[in-house]
T-cell receptor, first 114, second 111 residues
Framework: DVKVTQSSRYLVKRTGEKVFLECVQDMDHENMFWYRQDPGLGLRLIYFSYDVKMKEKGDIPEGYSVSREKKERFSLILESASTNQTSMYLC?????????????FGNGTRLTVT | GQNIDQPTEMTATEGAIVQINCTYQTSGFNGLFWYQQHAGEAPTFLSYNVLDGLEEKGRFSSFLSRSKGYSYLLLKELQMKDSASYLCALLGEAAGNKLTFGGGTRVLVKP
């Protein structure tokens, strides 16, 4: 079974702090994604990566950056956390080139910025 | 861009059938996914349609009509554990298998 692991289930950070959200998958998937989920807005794509050191902006990249130094790890970085970044963050991965390969999600990190 | 619409909430009775509709406007897509998400948990894959028609998986079926810009998820013989949010998502055509999600439909199953 595919396992996508997010390092923290809950995080509380202060405004202006630099925040790292880590995600690791164990199935050698090429594609990895970061989404945030907010009530009434659904899942929105922040950034994705389809190979090591490759990154693409999603629909809401502002205020975020990412790092993909190794195939299994995809990090989301909030350079200077703000209260409007309080949200549930979900990491996902999938095989490249397989059109019906579903996304496999981690359990999420609930981030609160105070 | 892509615009995906689902009803916000539905209520149904245990043992009944519920149909969750998803309509979309898009310039093109490779396929349509349905995910289930229980409160506080990650979404899990339910079904995938690439061609028009019905895909059946046990108590769950999903239908796609590309010409009508429409899909539905059908849940039969509802059980209490089916109370969850159901997410419709379109798979983009560009590299990276990018999925764009609708807002989700919360289904409440009552005894």
């Amino acid at each position: 079974d595919v396992k996508v692991t997010q390092s923290s289930r809950y995080l509380v950070k202060r405004t202006g702090e630099k925040v790292f959200l880590e995600c690791v998958q164990d199935m050698d998937h090429e594609n990895m994604f970061w989404y945030r989920q907010d009530p009434g807005l659904g899942l929105r794509l922040i950034y994705f990566s389809y190979d090591v050191k490759m990154k693409e902006k999603g629909d809401i990249p502002e205020g975020y950056s990412v790092s993909r130094e190794k195939k299994e790890r995809f990090s989301l970085i909030l350079e200077s956390a703000s209260t409007n970044q309080t949200s549930m963050y979900l990491c996902a991965s999938t095989l490249r080139g397989s059109r019906n390969s579903p996304l496999h999600f981690g359990n999420g990190t609930r981030l609160t910025v105070t | 861009g892509q615009n995906i619409d689902q009803p916000t909430e539905m209520t149904a009775t245990e043992g009944a059938i519920v149909q969750i509709n998803c309509t979309y406007q898009t310039s093109g897509f490779n396929g349509l996914f349905w995910y289930q998400q229980h409160a506080g948990e990650a979404p899990t894959f339910l079904s995938y349609n690439v061609l028009d028609g019905l895909e059946e998986k046990g108590r769950f079926s999903s239908f796609l009509s590309r010409s009508k810009g429409y899909s539905y998820l059908l849940l039969k013989e509802l059980q209490m554990k089916d109370s969850a949010s159901y997410l419709c998502a379109l798979l983009g055509e560009a590299a990276g298998n990018k999925l764009t999600f609708g807002g989700g439909t919360r289904v409440l199953v009552k005894p």
